[in-house]
């Protein structure tokens, strides 16, 4: 099989390797050969670390190496059977280059594109042939992590849908289909993680460092909140929440964060400027944390238990919320958490766990105390606390 791959930065050379990987010939474009040669740089790296570790050998590292081929212009990508962009999130360009691209492609070829906020529709649009046009979201660094989000859009017809997921799973990966709305699955139903944990700062309630200890100790997640947004960039985050949230009409379950919106502003973006909720060293290590002084509470168990609770059944909503509104199967939300993002546990599975009549009751009570509407709780979680049914 042929891949194009447009955009060779972190995601796109990630897609290139996962691509070769599973024995495709892969064409990698970017317009700017300094770009192609960083690229082609970092891959030698990634792959001689592979064979220190034992993971392929000297032969496999070739072929990986010799199925991938560098190319400064579009229409090197006219052979290639399915083209994957992973270029700057702005629809004008996406569809620009797409334009350009179907010249040059044969008519049953599928143009894919791995945004993570962009409606798969807006950019289909702007091609003379729709049908072919697909959303396949990868996730950073594509080469480890395991799920890649399927989104057809309207136009996208059932054999291209059909092909995309065999491709994918063929390439190793978990395939999770959802509904072409705003965020897909992992995006949108993550957004609590962040939001609420934000929210129980600007509250007063705890320190940033008190809430990480909270999520990674009772919760078993790997990073607490706030050391994930610096290691996403709070820049790039802060422009994912901005975006979801408007791309739903303003839900208030997705407002953004002032607190976050000052840091993007001032520069602080975490790990990779040095600084952000946190401090660090030229290695990345945290060295103290922007707060001043450490809450009095930072080790109240019953806080710590409070804050826990308050981010998952947040999540939970979320998770029950997508389903309810048909974005993807619960098999596929649960996979999507924990492949997409690393949660210690599928987010409906979780509710299970912790009961039904607990969510609603948690919901209803954080409702009570606030009369927000991000406090609402989801239908269906009301509807299978009346049944008593769960999700699996």
């Not at 042939?129 to 979201?137: E, L, T, V």
């Not at 290590?285 to 409070?306: F, G, H, P």
Request: some cysteine.
């Amino acid at each position: 099989m042929k891949v194009g791959i447009i955009g060779s930065g972190t995601m796109g050379s990630g897609i290139a390797q996962v691509a070769a990987t599973a024995g495709c010939i892969v064409k990698l474009y970017d317009t700017k050969q300094v770009a192609l040669d960083k690229s082609k740089a970092a891959l030698e790296k990634i792959l001689n670390r592979l064979v220190e570790k034992g993971r392929i050998d000297s032969t496999g590292k070739e072929r990986i190496q010799g199925n991938i081929s560098y190319v400064d212009s579009l229409k090197n990508l006219g052979d290639s059977d399915l083209t994957i962009e992973a270029i700057v999130e702005n629809l004008d360009i996406k569809q620009k280059v797409f334009v350009e691209l179907e010249t040059y492609l044969s008519d049953d070829a599928i143009i894919a594109s791995n945004t993570s906020s962009l409606s798969i529709a807006s950019i289909a649009s702007a091609l003379k042939k729709p049908a072919r046009c697909i959303g396949i979201h990868f996730f950073n660094p594509a080469p480890l992590m395991k799920l890649v989000e399927v989104i057809p859009a309207i136009q996208t017809s059932k054999e291209v849908l059909n092909k995309t997921i065999k491709i994918i799973a063929d390439w190793k990966k978990v395939v999770a289909v959802a509904k072409d709305t705003p965020g897909f699955i992992v995006n949108r139903v993550a957004r609590p993680f962040y939001g609420e944990s934000l929210r129980i700062y600007e509250e007063g309630l705890a320190d940033f460092a008190t809430i990480d200890n909270a999520l990674k100790t009772l919760g078993g997640f790997r990073m607490g909140p706030f050391e994930l947004m610096d290691f996403i960039g709070n820049d790039v985050n802060y422009t994912v929440t901005e975006t979801v949230f408007t791309a739903f009409y303003f839900d208030a379950r997705y407002k953004p964060s002032f607190t976050q919106k000052r840091l993007s502003e001032a520069g602080y973006l975490g790990r990779k400027t040095g600084k952000g909720y946190y401090d660090y060293d030229e290695n990345g290590r945290v060295t103290s944390s922007l707060d001043i002084e450490r809450s009095r509470n930072a080790e109240d168990e019953k806080l710590s238990q409070q804050i826990f609770d308050r981010v998952l059944v947040m999540l939970i909503n979320e998770a029950a919320d997508a389903l309810f509104l048909n974005i993807a199967s619960a098999e596929d939300i649960d996979n999507a958490m924990t492949k997409g993002v690393n949660y210690p546990k599928g987010l409906l599975a979780w509710a299970n766990e912790k009961g039904i009549g607990w969510c609603v009751e948690t919901l209803d009570a954080l409702y009570d105390e606030y009369h927000e509407d991000r406090y609402r709780c989801s239908p269906l979680l009301r509807k299978m606390n009346r049944n008593k049914t769960k999700f699996f």
